[in-house]
């Protein structure tokens, strides 16, 4: 079992770019949730999806989009890239979101606005 | 909103040491509580979790009880090792589900042999 797999490890845009990333899920797992972790701080929740619908958001502005497909890999697309926006972003994988299971994390994709 | 506050770092502690990571957090339902680790350059992975008032969450020598009354769940080790260095992050999910975690800021935890 791969666990949760984002791509790419590291990324290097220009402000005012745009940006996808992409994530697998665990195998099994029907939910993704997105999460920023900017530099010495917790994980900050974007968004959840869950039957290819975005079923909670968080305090994120619209330039933060995303999408499930059908086999339950997601993409986190950030418009109008910002400095602020450099953070580690973090993909969590989990199962039935109205059930208390574990959600497992990937190792995130570290990007960097110049 | 829901939120948690946990002490700040870093920690720096001797091989076999005791240890201890404050944590509270405040919450409007009934959230289900979580210790999240993160080694360097890796992703979180889940140390601990209770679901309820008065579980007592363990894993690794590690242990956290679920304390409603005082809105708590501290993280302790008995003794812990070089291996232990980390960033220990604790958190919070408001309905008690697999829904969004809420995290507090991270405590950096060295452990110097």
């Known amino acids: 079992d791969a666990g949760v797999t984002q791509s790419p490890t590291h990324l290097i845009k220009t402000r005012g770019q745009q940006v996808t990333l992409r994530c697998s899920p665990k195998?099994?797992?029907?939910?993704v949730s997105w999460y920023q972790q900017a530099l010495g701080q917790g994980p900050q929740f974007i968004f959840q999806y869950y039957e290819e619908e975005e079923r909670q958001r968080g305090n994120f502005p619209d330039r933060f989009s995303g999408h499930q497909f059908p086999n339950y890999s997601s993409e986190l697309n950030v418009n109008a890239l910002l400095l602020g926006d450099s953070a580690l972003y973090l993909c969590a994988s989990s199962l039935d979101p109205g059930q208390a299971t574990e959600a497992f994390f990937g190792q995130g994709t570290r990007l960097t606005v110049v | 909103g829901d939120s948690v506050t946990q002490m700040e770092g870093p920690v720096t502690l001797s091989e076999e040491a005791f240890l201890t990571i404050n944590c509270t957090y405040t919450a409007t339902g009934y959230p289900s509580l979580f210790w999240y680790v993160q080694y360097p350059g890796e992703g979180l992975q889940l140390l601990l979790k209770a679901t309820k008032a008065d579980d007592k969450g363990s894993n690794k020598g590690f242990e956290a009880t679920y304390r409603k009354e005082t809105t708590s769940f501290h993280l302790e080790k008995g003794s812990v090792q070089v291996s232990d260095s980390a960033v220990y992050f604790c958190?919070?999910?408001?309905?008690?589900?697999?829904?969004?975690?809420?995290f507090g800021k991270g405590t950096k935890l060295t452990v110097n042999p």
């Open positions: 958190a919070l999910s408001p309905q008690g589900g697999s829904e969004k975690l809420v």
């Open positions: 195998s099994g797992h029907d939910t």
